[in-house]
């Protein structure tokens, strides 16, 4: 870890620098840009789950007040306008490639989810767009829904060129030996997961205003997006053919992003497209009810999960067998996110000598399922969690006892899963033992008793996480099918008075990069946080780089900055060294000054920053003038943060109300640079998990509809819902980065779910409950204390 | 159209505005005062709320028109970045917010809330706060912000 040489520098818990602006009103989201002459966009959403389009009437509300185009998808094709790309795919078990069917912006003859885009109405008011709307008539020939993931294989074909419902079927591990592993079990557990479908709930909806200069012949974007560099690639070569040099994209302050708002969208590129068929500013802001039915979902799986143990209770094999649905369309990480970023978990934190897996991607007629805040380790998690809850249970263990006995041991690392990835360094026992104390799991049994003193059942529940960040090494990528890099990019611009600007390829949309990078640079460098600016979310200003998403702004961004930093050091002391008239290898930099051993002489920072802008007595014929350094940095492995969560619940046989009373967990993401945020983050992420787990379900009926499409349908986690959560950690320092950083975006949400419906099962296994499935709304607990209750009477 | 005249932030505004114009946008829109948020359709997200006649409202549930004469409080109108309400602070120094979209209707159902019980609990903070909507705080800091603002606040 890197000494640190400031109050504010690496491991202090500074203030953020960007908290001033949303406090005070002053944020710049997209809605909040306008530009004169804007035109207002409303898209005319499709009513069916799948339909042919048989026509669409649009001359009256083309003669409507204020209307100025109507585009359909006959228009989109004429253009001949490229759909959203899916950025990574796989080889399915047969060496086939995963079938990717066209995704028009709007569609083309037929529509496949309620909220597919249909017509755009362009008006000189979002009312009068909207009021044209109305006029539109489409006819539409309804065809049979594909809704129930588990018989999607059976449904009607969604895509022309995807036999039998299946974008993809893939494997990872070996069948023979996890099938041995089985057969041979001295104990097998079996288990059926559900995870349900979330919707992502960014509280800022999706926005976009694109306008056109002519005189440039050039495009500016400005949209929602966690990772402006590649909507750029995407709408540019992929979607409107605009030269990547003519296109620039600028995300602004971003409300949340939590994964839905890495993808292109269709309203981004008609907004670009029409701004210069129109020559007009075009804008549009999703309202929720959109942002309910068009952002990407997450989640929505079924695992089929086999546990084999031996006599000594170890664990010798998994199998686990799923179904993923991935709804309508390929989003950019639809792909990736239930195989490659969700099979190779499957080893979790133990010792697991033999794994299998098959996960097959299936179509159906609903919103497009993309990666969400934590996107396919969660799901890996929980049904890995579940199961081990469910093997201590069958063979009569203390879960934490169980969990310990299969840990991958602390002096095992490097170590090797049978599922590809090499963990680098870990200890899973200490945040365990540290949670199991937080939360005093000693004395749990002695509360279990007094809660049933007063008539509620108590519980307390498990998970032991482990999870792979920091996306990811290129080569390892891209031999797995992604379609792009994964480094990311940073420059580092000091200025001649010794302000410095980064400008980062990463985004924050909440993770208080402002600060956080901000003090890996004021710490190298030995100066005030207050002297550096931390540029983001504007592609004519910031190196191309991969965005935020995967926990990997800090692990992959923030080494991108710190090695540009240590170039802007290494040229600083050639030129200090050129002004105290000493060798290079006798000048010191610490503490933000330049001195030569042995002696006092010293250049500060400032003074050197000057001296490379007004070269006057400077190493002309070494170095060129300035001080500016930019870095690209590529990782070797990914990043694996791990840590144990422990939830308590008390529940009232009453109501079936689920109390969530105590939460504790300990993580170990390694160096931390600012645990203030850190410590947010895992707030947020822990919600975000607990709201899956107790409340959250985005619910489709059988034709398809979307019954959760507002905040009256859709439970969202709210202040009286949640505990004050109590956090620690432990840390074993990241072996392959130079900051020994890991990543804390999606630990919460990984994590939390499968304690929290562990602690449940236990509240209720007074009752014989075994199994409970998310969320754990209060009608089916009620319903399984009831049927549970039922059951022991009759015996 | 209707005229609408009303006292925002304390000054005298009007504006003729469509009849169906929602408080929030004439807010947003007509008065350009973007520190108001929408975040959804249903009065539920809370990320709109500003003070009329000092309750806490959600203004994409008002009509401009109702607005008639009143005094309208946004976010922009309680603080400034070189003089933050000790709510604001309080939101600050406790990490009360991340990705700051909610954050002002936050602070303004803080503030309502602090204004109407000086001394709220945690439970009071957390029930209190329901009518808002945080996807990225887990409410943690946002709860201890609201007990640390009460303090400084000092009602």
Known sequence: ????????????????????????????????????????????RSDHAHANIKSIKTDDAAKADGVVAIYTGEDVAADGIGGPICGWVVTNRDGSPTNEPPHPILANGTVRYVGDHVVAVIAETLQQARDA??????????????????????????????????YFDFELGDEAAAEAALANASTLVELEVRNNRLIPNAIEPRAALAEYDPAEEAYTLFTTSQNPHLTRLVIGAFMLNIPESKLRIVAPDVGGGFGSKIYVYPEEAVCTWASKKLQRPIKWTADRTEAFLSDAHGRDHINKVKLALDENNRITGLRVDSLANIGAYLGAFSVVTPTILHTPLMSGCYKIPAIYTNIKGMATTTARVDAYRGAGRPEATYLLERVMDAAARQVGMDPAEFRRINFIPKDAFPYQTPVALQYDIGDYEAPLDKALEMIDYKGFEARRAEAAKRGKYRGIGLSSYIEACGIAPSAVAGALGSRVGLYESATVRVDPTGTINVMTGTHSHGQ???????????????????????????????????????????????SAIAKAVDKVIDKAKIIAAHLMEAADSDVVFADGKFTVAGTDTEKGFGEIALAAYVPHNYPHDRLEPGLEETAFYDPLNFTYPSGTHIAEVEIDPATGVVQLVDWACCDDFGNLINPMIVEGQVHGGIAQGVGQALMENAAYDENGQLITASYMDYCMPRADDLPDFKVDYTVTACTHNDLGVKGCGEAGAIASPPALINAVIDALSPLGVTDMSMPASPEKVWRAINEAGKAQAAE | MTNVNLTLNGKAVSADV?????????????????????????????????????????????????????????????????????????????????????????????????????????QDVREGLEGNICRCTGYHNIVKSVQAGAQKMGV
Not at chain 2, 44 to 60: I, L, R
């Open chain 1, 1 to 44: 870890m890197p000494e640190g040489s400031t109050k504010d520098g690496i491991g202090a818990s500074v203030r953020r620098k960007e908290d001033k602006r949303f406090l005070t009103g002053s944020g710049r989201y997209t809605a909040d840009i306008s530009r004169h002459g804007q035109l207002h966009v409303h898209f005319i």
């Open chain 1, 133 to 166: 709307a109305e006029l539109v008539e489409i006819d539409y020939e309804v065809l049979a829904p594909v809704v129930d993931l588990a018989s999607a294989s059976e449904g009607v074909q969604i895509h022309e060129n995807v036999p039998n419902n299946m």
């Open chain 2, 18 to 122: 469509p009849d169906n114009t929602l408080l929030v946008s004439f807010i947003r829109e007509t008065m350009t005062l973007t520190g108001t948020h929408v975040g959804c359709d249903t009065s539920q997200c809370g990320a709109c709320v500003v003070h009329v006649n000092g309750e806490s409202v959600k203004s994409c549930t008002m009509l401009a028109v109702a607005a008639e004469g009143a005094e309208v409080t946004t976010i922009e109108g309680i603080g400034s970045a070189e003089s933050l309400h000790p709510m604001q602070q309080a939101f600050h120094e406790n990490h009360g917010l991340q990705c700051g979209f909610c954050t002002p209707g936050m602070v303004m159902s803080a503030i309502e809330l602090v204004e109407k019980n000086p001394n709220p609990s945690e």
């Open chain 1, 512 to 558: 208080g990069h402002d600060t956080t990078f901000a003090q890996i640079v004021a710490d190298k460098l030995g100066v005030d946080v207050g002297q550096v600016q931390i540029i983001h979310g504007d592609s004519d200003k910031t190196p191309f780089g991969m965005g935020s998403y995967g926990s990997r702004s800090l692990a992959v961004g923030g």
